[in-house]
């Protein structure tokens, strides 16, 4: 009786250690890689600049665009921060 007691136990713990492992495992492939480019993800679709440049938004919700690889800010009164 104590054999089965101590296999069952055994069995339980290697199944949790098995299962923890198959999550971490699971979540590591779920990730996304980000697209290739430094400023790709926040840009504000509402405005352009001056040469139709893409507007992106700063992490303080000054908006910029880019000229010869330098950050040039726009002027902006509305909303800091881009919905959604």
């Keep these: 009786m104590k054999k089965?007691?101590?296999i069952f136990?055994?069995?339980a713990i290697f199944q949790g250690s098995y299962a923890?492992?198959?999550k971490d495992t699971a979540a590591s492939h779920s990730k996304t890689t980000?697209?290739?480019g430094?400023?790709?993800d926040n840009v504000d679709d509402r405005m352009k600049g001056p040469k139709g440049e893409k507007v992106y938004i700063g992490p303080n919700g000054g908006r910029y665009y880019l000229k010869d690889g330098k950050k040039v800010y726009v002027e902006?009164?509305?909303n800091k921060k881009k919905k959604g």
Aim: proline share 11%; charged share 10%.
């Design 20 to 22: 923890q492992t198959k």
């Design 4 to 6: 089965i007691l101590a």
């Design 38 to 40: 430094k400023y790709n």
């Design 9 to 11: 136990l055994l069995l």
């Design 76 to 78: 902006y009164n509305g």
């Design 34 to 36: 980000a697209p290739p």
